[in-house]
Structures are given as C-alpha cells and as structure tokens.
C-alpha cells in the first residue's frame, strides 16, 4: 500500500512539473512574464498631481491631491488666469523624488516633416513607466541626471502608447512635458507620436488603465474620462500632437501604414488633420473603405495597424505605404517583440519591447530598448548604453 500512495504522489508531482515547465516555456516563447515584488507605494496619492483643468477660456485651476486614507484626501487647488505662465512640479513615491516645469497655455501643433543631420533615438510602449523612462533617457545621454536636456540638436522621438497598463501615467505625460521645453531650449527636439493607448484616453476608454485614476477621480470631483478631456490642460496637450511623421527620411507611426493607402491622394499633413479630428471621437471600423478608414480606424489606422506583423504582406507592398510619403524607412511600436528589430530588407524597424514597471518585478527580467539612428545607420540601444547595429 505504502508503494502504491508513494508511486501516486510521485506521478501527481511529476504531472505538476510537467505541466509547470510547460507554462514557463509558453511564457518565454509568447515573450510574457510574471509579476511579483509589488510595492505598496503604488496606491501612494499624496502630492499626486498636477491635475490642470480650464474653468472657462480665462482660467484654470492646477490641483495636487494631499493626505492618505487612513486620515482622509483633500485637494490643493489654486486658480490662474489662463495667459500666466505657472511653474508646477511632480513628485514621484518611490525615489521621493521631484521635477518641474512651466504650465503655457499655448499648444502648437508640432511640424510632421524635418530634415537635418542630428541624430533619433525613439521609444514606443513605455505604458506609464516612469522610472524606467527616466533612467532609460539618462543611461543614454538624452537627459543628465537633474533632468538635463543634453541631446543637443537631437530628436527624441516617443512612438506612441506612453499611458495605461501601469501606476505613474500622471507622471510619464508630465515628464515629456518638461522634456519638449527643455529639448526646445538646445535647439533640439521631443516628438509625442500618438498611439492607440493616447487615442483611449482622450476618448474615455479605459480598459488598460490603473483603478489608482479612478480614485484620483473621484478626489478630484470628476469622472475618469474627465482626467484627458478637452477642458484638461494634457488632455489639450496632447490632442496637438501628430500620429505619422517624417524625420530625417524615416517614418514614425505607432501601428503603420496599410499598403492601400497608397491608391489615395493623402498627404502626411493631411493624415495627421484627419486624426486630430477625430481624437476625442470614437474609433470603430466601417464595411466600406474610404481614406478615412485607412487613416482613423481601429483596424487599418495609422495608430492601430499591424499588418507588417499579422498580415502576409510583399515587400511591395510594403513599400507602398513608406513610398506613398517620400520615407525611406517607418519605425513602429504597437506589436510586442522580443527586441528592436530590422524587417522587410531594413524597410521596417519594430521598436516594441516589454519594458520593465516601476512598482512591480517581473520574470523573466525585462529590459529596455530603443532605436538610434545615426548617419543613416541603425543601431539597437540597450538599458546600459551599449549599441548594436542592425
């Protein structure tokens, strides 16, 4: 008897890790991870903020939330006639630390073609990261570690999906807001690509983001659509800014560009016009194809599309779409890889990667990437410095 329970428990525990290798080894084959190590900080609120909202066309009113849940939540709330200039700051729990920066309540839609001979690092996917973000920027020389804009005449390009999925979107959206002014002081340049998950904010979609914006919310008298909209001074920030660019020659478009659209006369301004349009309408995709549908829908748009990745496209095909706007290369976030990587004959550049997240661990290690470009060279830069050339 004593054999026979010992050969069953040896047969339950060797199904047991059967099966657990299984799941580790889908976990690494699908590129996932598992998280574990939470830190508590995550729900800190105290000196949450700033929240920015127009009361009218001639002021606003900048808002921290203060106190905790054991003795309450109040607001620090302060009013400004909308043409001052306010220096505001952002605290951030886990290192206590904090950044500043000037509120202008001017928001000008940025250029959608450059051309000049600085270099481009981009990023896409950072989903509410700030510390890794920060670090990321300062281990590569873009910022010093007070925050320093020292890129020079460089263009730091985000390619979209800089919220949701994490705890500190309140403070990534302000962090590039800080950066664009240092950048513009030397001459160089941040470029905010919208992508699908700046589209949900602006839109009340908020599936991937935290439940901590909900309490911000409800702190702040508001609903959670109410953090990003149109009387929000980021929401207005950010509905400014371009989904397709052209730097230097290279495409910069956080899903891509469908080969049809290619049969239209488009140009990339006019591509960009007909996505701010529509920033805080709905995106849902019709039977019929219009330009419109190549340019804003949820399947086949500019901030949406994954066909490099899920379709069986030619490499003509391809290059339709890069062709159609003088590009000789796109550089796209959207579809998780392992690593920054080189397709279609260099023609496509994938910059989404699973970055690591500011209040949990996961396993395996993450780590960040990005994308130089460098006289006409492409390199692979890593969370250390180093650089690869693709």
Sequence with gaps: ?????????KHILSTILGLLFIGIAIVVYLNGS????????????DK????????NDSTFTVNYLKGDKTDGFYLDKKEYASNEEIVASCYFPIDSSTFSFTLKSEFITPKAVYEDDAPILAISDIESGYKTFRDYLITNKVID????????????VLVGDFVDRGFSTTQVLWFIYKLEQEAKKQGGFVHFIIGNHELYTMQGKFKSASFKYYGVASILGKQHHDLYNEKSFIGKWMASKNTLERINGNLFAHGGIHPDIA??????????QRNRANYYHAYFPKPEQTVEQLVISSKKG?????????????????????????GKA????????????????GKVFAIDVKHPKDYNKNWPNKYSEGLLIQEDKYYRVLSDGEKIEL
């Design 1 to 9: 008897m004593k054999k026979r329970i010992h050969r069953y428990l």
């Design 330 to 345: 796109i550089v796209v976030g959207h579809t998780l890889q392992r690593k920054v990587k080189k397709l279609y004959n």
């Design 145 to 156: 570690t007070n925050l320093n804009w020292t890129f020079g005449k460089g263009h730091l």
């Design 263 to 272: 049969n239209y006369d488009i140009t990339i301004a006019e591509v960009n």
């Design 48 to 55: 949450e903020g700033p929240y920015v909202f127009y009361e």
């Design 34 to 45: 598992v998280s574990y190590g939470e830190n508590p900080l995550y729900l800190n609120l």
């Design 302 to 326: 500019i901030c949406w599309y994954r066909g490099y990745f899920k379709d069986d496209l030619s490499q003509e095909e391809v290059e339709k779409g890069i062709d159609k706007f003088q």
